[in-house]
Nanobody, 123 residues
Framework: QEQLVESGGGLVQAGGSLRLSCAAS????????MGWFRQAPGKEREFVAA?????????LYADSVKGRFTISRDNAKNTVYLQMNSLKPEDTADYYC???????????????WGQGTQVTVSS
């Protein structure tokens, strides 16, 4: 059974940092694009970042997080990370890890999803 499990969320003050982790199990996702999405209360799920499966491969970021967030992956550990720096109150949301065969920035392109981890940024 394929499973993605996020961790690392929590409460942080504005300007602070958090690192989210997504551990995959049940199959190897080493040839999948891995992405992070987020959903704030009352808002639609939005793309945050994605990384291709190749080592040192392509990364994509939403404009709202570019320069502050960094996505990375460790295929040997079947884990993807999202380093979030200079956090802002508007980053408050549930963050979801997802896997896709062909990548992209739309949630419908992703085949597997985690349950989410909550991030709250206080002002």
């Amino acid at each position: 059974q394929e499973q993605l499990v996020e961790s690392g969320g929590g409460l942080v003050q504005a300007g602070g940092s958090l690192r989210l982790s997504c551990a995959a199990s049940g199959r190897t996702f080493s040839t999948y694009y891995m992405g992070w999405f987020r959903q704030a209360p009352g808002k639609e799920r939005e793309f945050v970042a994605a990384i291709s499966w190749r080592i040192g491969g392509r990364t994509l970021y939403a404009d709202s997080v570019k320069g502050r967030f960094t996505i990375s992956r460790d295929n040997a550990k079947n884990t993807v990370y999202l380093q979030m720096n200079s956090l802002k109150p508007e980053d408050t949301a549930d963050y979801y890890c997802a896997a896709a065969q062909f990548g992209g920035t739309t949630w419908s392109a992703y085949d597997y999803w985690g349950q989410g981890t909550q991030v709250t940024v206080s002002s």
